[in-house]
């Protein structure tokens, strides 16, 4: 008899199959538009990732935190959230319909105006779709939000280079717009897929359903969420234009600014992050299972099994980025000039890491004004030394920045989430763990080889899935726990 795939298993799987389409979806679509063809395309994203940043009100988050918490009955809590998201995706598309004039003062090409206007219904569908997949994360069902997620990347990625072969003797700017219309379609068919499957399991009478103003409990949690998404945009907006200015005083030109900067934030960021997306999949699975527990016995379990994936997730890139990053970012890029700056920077980015798991614990325990908090506090910190290290020691005192400004944030989430969950590791768990990390990194220190990497990583990888499945899965406690629930 075949042993079915675990949730966890089909979105780690699911999610890696994601990961790599997203990834060579980029490289082709640069190949294809060429440099300035992106550089058009960058004027268009952060309106539109700001749109659905402020259009969204974070509601999958919340209907997930809402109905796991059984805080209302998943009818109330899902007309609520479909209310405020509704309006709000009216509100932000109604903007995006009066912008025209703006762009051309702006950004001085009106262009950017009409690949906006195609995805006024990617606002809609994107933000629906987020309430579905909150409902259903919440009721443990990780499967199809995760299938939708696949589906709407293989919709993409076949639907726009069809576009770009159809129209490929077309004008730079027609080729933009069908990307975006691309963009669109895929959406389509992720809400589509939803939508049946929620339809086909659970069915509600939308008309019979009275809220009792439940719409404002919803808002009181999701407006915190979403200034914290902002203070992200807004975070991310201001860095490079402090930075630029802070390079100018100090001696450099805007050119040798700009190009440091994307070193950066383009190439040594993205592969220091690069496997992040297993955490960020660890948390959504693990996020409902901290509401459903809080102040249980379980809860420490679920945590430290969640801790436990995340530092073999974050150990493989720590090593990968140490010793690899040239071969690496020449494989990814055909370009391995940022490898001297992910070498140095490597060893902090570790704690980024583990911000997801801590944002879900702050979210599961409604400590939205806690998550705001930590982010506008780092984040302040973070733009404040940018401009002030910078100007003293140039590139240095712009890593310098960043590194504390990580820092700084996960050690305010990590301090606020364990106020809530008074988490304290098992030594007898860590230790086995830490030594399985210190011969993984030590192997490929004085072996260094894309053999070792494969080796090692096979070796150290069932040495640790070995222990998980020793110190967890035979664990009697809980599973004595979990018998008599």
Known sequence: MKKKLTNIEVILIVGITIKVLGLVYKILLTRILTIE????????????????????????????????????????????????????????????LLSFPLYKVIYQNSFIYYPLLICIPLIYLSNTSGLFKGYLEANNNFKIPYFSNLY??????????????????????????????????????????????????????????????????????????????????????????????????????????????????????????????????????????????????ELHQILSKAFFIASIIAACNLVISLFYAKETLTLMYKDDSAYPIVEKIAIFYIF?????????????????????????????????????????????GFLISIIIGNILKFSLLLFFANKNVHFKPNIKNVLPLLLVILLYIALNYFFKGILTLLISTLGCGLLALGLFYFLYSNNKRYSYAKMHK
């Open 37 to 96: 063809g992106m550089r058009i395309m960058s004027f268009v994203f952060p309106t539109l990732s700001l749109v659905l940043c402020l259009s969204s009100l974070s509601i999958s988050t919340v209907v997930n935190q809402n109905i796991a918490a059984k805080l209302n009955t998943s009818r109330t809590i899902l007309k609520s959230a479909f209310r405020i998201t509704f309006i709000s995706s009216s509100i932000l598309s109604i903007c995006l």
């Open 152 to 297: 709407e990347q293989i919709a993409k990625f076949s639907i726009t280079f069809s576009m770009l072969f159809i129209f490929a003797n077309q004008s730079l700017e027609l080729k933009i717009f069908m990307c975006f219309f691309a963009l669109m379609l895929s959406e389509v068919v992720s809400f589509t897929y939803l939508f049946f499957k929620v339809k086909k399991k659970h069915r509600f009478s939308y008309k019979s359903i009275d809220t009792k103003g439940y719409e404002k409990s919803i808002l009181k949690q999701a407006v915190p969420l979403t200034l914290d998404q902002l203070a992200v945009a807004i975070t991310g907006y201001l860095e490079p234009l402090i930075f630029y200015y802070a390079m100018g005083l100090h001696g450099y030109t805007i050119y040798q600014a700009t190009l440091y900067y994307t070193l950066i934030s383009s190439y040594a960021v993205p592969l220091l992050l690069f496997a992040q997306f297993g955490i960020l999949s660890i948390s959504k699975y693990t996020f409902p299972k901290i509401t459903k527990n809080q102040g249980k016995k």
């Open 352 to 396: 980024s890491y583990f911000n997801p798991l801590l944002i879900s614990i702050l979210q599961a325990y409604k400590q939205e004004k806690k998550l705001l908090l930590c982010s506008v506090a780092s984040y302040t910190v973070t733009l404040f030394l940018v401009f002030l290290l910078t100007y003293f020691y140039g590139q240095t």
